[in-house]
Each structure stands twice: as structure tokens, then as C-alpha cells.
T-cell receptor, first 114, second 114 residues
Framework: SQQGEEDPQALSIQEGENATMNCSYK?????LQWYRQNSGRGLVHLIL?????REKHSGRLRVTLDTSKKSSSLLITASRAADTASYFC??????????????FGKGTLLTVNP | SAVISQKPSRDICQRGTSLTIQCQVD?????MFWYRQQPGQSLTLIAT?????????ESGFVIDKFPISRPNLTFSTLTVSNMSPEDSSIYLC???????????FGDGTRLSIL
């Protein structure tokens, strides 16, 4: 079974609005990570939330984690056209605290219209 | 943090040929990884590039098709062998600089096979 299923698959909003993306996973995790991928580029790490954390903020980003429901959400507030990108959640499967063997979700394509 | 350079950034290749992708990091890292991202899809881990020993491949990926070299702690190559149109994908290199911290990604190599 696949870890990290995001929804929605695509989201289109107007500049200034908030965008919420959700991620579900199936097995126990040590942490959950969110990445952004601009078109034609590599992935940029946005935020990591550990299993003992419920909420984390970074600038206009807010991530929540509900381990009982095996789900996470990424909220981008006051969106900008530059936020247009694909967003992926990822869960690690490595041992010893390593983040290797990341399993990525299918991603949400966010389009922010000016 | 780490700066990762991947070459080439893109290529168009003929069926049956092979292409070697290079990944250079600006600092010594223990863990280097290769991912594949098929069109419109998420990332899938191909293998972990181990310095001084054979790479560790994930299920569905084999050394004959994706030979990997890791001659030192700052460099790795991935070869896509005997290419077919199904190999058209973005291939990404990533590194884990510090154990337990998020991975850093290169910008990827966009490969199209005719």
C-alpha cells in the first residue's frame, strides 16, 4: 500500500486566498515532510513535523499532524502567484533516525492565479 | 545545507542507447540517492548510492538497467541503460547531509526517449 496520498490532486485559487492540502499515510512514522516542486525543477524541503508534534509553523506555512488519523495538512496562507507548484508529502522508512527511503505521495498541483 | 549539481539537465535520446547522469555535491555526504519521477507522477526511489560498495536497489529496479557509481563522498552517477520510451522521466539525485534531517535535491535530469 502506498504511503502519503495527497488530496486534492489539483487546486486552483486566487492570489491572496488560502490553500489547504491534505496527506494520508498508512504506517507508523517518525516524521512527515512536505516538499515543493516548481515546474521543471528539483524538490525543495518546506517543513518537517515529528510524530510527537501536532502543529508547526514556518512563515506562511502551517502544517498539522494527526497520528491517530494518520493524516497531515499543509496550509499556505495569503497565497502568491509564486506559490504555484506541486506539493508532496513524504514519509521516511529508514532506520536509526535516518530520513532515507522517503516514500512520496502523489502530490497536489497548486495554481495561484494573479 | 548542500548545493547539488546534476548534469545533463535534459536530454533526448534514441531507443536502445544509454545515458549517464552525474550528481556532484559541494560537501561530503554519507547518503546519496537516485529517484525517478515519471510524467505527472510522484517520486520513486531507485537506489541508495553507497560509497565504496554496490548500490542498494529498491524493488523493481535492477543494477543491469540502472548501474550506479559512487567513487567518493561528493559524486555519483546513474546510467539508464538500453533506453526505451518508458524510461522517459525526470531523474533526481538527493543527499542526506545530516542524519535525521531532510534531504536536499538536485534540479533533476529530464530524459526523453524517442
Amino acid at each position: 500500500s502506498q504511503q502519503g496520498e495527497e488530496d486534492p490532486q489539483a487546486l486552483s485559487i486566487q492570489e491572496g486566498e488560502n490553500a489547504t492540502m491534505n496527506c494520508s499515510y498508512k504506517t507508523s512514522i517518525n516524521n512527515l515532510q512536505w516538499y515543493r516542486q516548481n515546474s521543471g525543477r528539483g524538490l525543495v524541503h518546506l517543513i518537517l513535523i515529528r510524530s510527537n508534534e501536532r502543529e508547526k509553523h514556518s512563515g506562511r506555512l502551517r502544517v498539522t499532524l494527526d497520528t491517530s488519523k494518520k493524516s497531515s495538512s499543509l496550509l499556505i496562507t495569503a497565497s502568491r502567484a509564486a506559490d504555484t507548484a506541486s506539493y508532496f508529502c513524504a514519509t521516511p522508512g529508514g532506520s536509526g533516525g535516518s530520513n532515507y527511503k522517503l516514500t512520496f505521495g502523489k502530490g497536489t498541483l497548486l495554481t495561484v492565479n494573479p | 545545507s548542500a548545493v547539488i549539481s546534476q548534469k545533463p539537465s535534459r536530454d533526448i535520446c534514441q531507443r536502445g542507447t544509454s545515458l549517464t547522469i552525474q550528481c556532484q555535491v559541494d560537501s561530503q555526504v554519507t547518503m546519496m540517492f537516485w529517484y525517478r519521477q515519471q510524467p505527472g507522477q510522484s517520486l520513486t526511489l531507485i537506489a541508495t548510492a553507497n560509497q565504496g560498495s554496490e548500490a542498494t536497489y529498491e524493488s523493481g529496479f535492477v543494477i543491469d538497467k540502472f548501474p550506479i557509481s559512487r567513487p567518493n563522498l561528493t559524486f555519483s552517477t546513474l546510467t539508464v541503460s538500453n533506453m526505451s520510451p518508458e524510461d522517459s522521466s525526470i531523474y533526481l539525485c538527493s543527499v542526506e547531509v545530516t542524519q535525521g534531517q531532510p534531504q536536499h535535491f538536485g534540479d533533476g535530469t529530464r530524459l526523453s526517449i524517442l
